[in-house]
């Protein structure tokens, strides 16, 4: 039933392949962010996205079933594999909204923390492509999941400001509405970033 061998860095690359399909879920919203006319065909993209982001997860969990050594603890892969399944998903959802809502062109705020959605997950592969030696890059892991709680802090100052904007200047309450739920959906997103990275920390303070 288990594979009894040496431990072995599959688990890290199949980690930044899923981090990757994140990284790409942030492209697709941006892209949204800055051209409306495009909502539809990228949620088409994103569904794909989140199929392949699925099979790398399932990928992850099938070898998890099968392997007795691990790197690291079983715990913390499966945790970490299914985050970042999850941050696809959140980036999904986010899209299907837009569409759903017709939101149309997007607002100054909701275009800024998509900004730092990418930033974010540019991080978060940086992260995972240092795990295969937690030991030699400790410094280097832990800057990339500092940096990250810095963005979602920056993240938590606009979406605030944002939505005390949309409550003071817009008269249409259903723009309201239908922004500040946008606008959540993104905050959202960017904290569980961090939840991402509190879990590689966490890694980092296990093994370095």
Not at 7 to 34: I, P, R, T, W
Not at 137 to 144: D, F, G, K, P
Not at 186 to 192: K, R, W
Request: glycine residues 4%.
């Amino acid at each position: 039933m288990f594979e009894f061998k040496k431990k072995d860095n599959e688990y890290f690359d199949l980690f930044v392949a899923s981090a990757k399909y994140f990284y790409q879920g942030a492209l697709l919203l941006d892209e949204v962010m800055l051209d409306y006319s495009k909502a539809v065909d990228k949620v088409k993209e994103a569904v794909e996205i989140e199929h392949s982001a699925d099979r790398v997860n399932d990928q992850i969990i099938d070898k998890l079933n099968r392997t007795f050594i691990t790197p690291i603890d079983r715990e913390d892969i499966y945790s970490i594999a299914n985050g970042l399944d999850d941050g696809v998903d959140y980036l999904e959802g986010t899209l299907q909204c837009i569409v759903m809502y017709k939101a149309g062109r997007a607002r100054t705020g909701a275009v800024t923390l998509t900004k730092l959605l990418l930033e974010c997950t540019q991080e978060i592969i940086k992260a995972l492509s240092l795990l295969t030696d937690i030991r030699k890059n400790q410094e280097a892991i832990l800057a990339c999941t500092g940096k990250i709680c810095q963005i979602e802090s920056e993240g938590d100052r606009v979406f605030r400001h944002e939505v005390a904007y949309l409550f003071e200047k817009e008269e249409n309450p259903v723009e309201i509405i239908k922004w500040k739920d946008i606008l959540e959906k993104l905050e959202d997103t960017l904290d569980h970033c961090e939840k991402i990275s509190d879990m590689l920390r966490g890694v980092v303070m296990k093994y370095a």
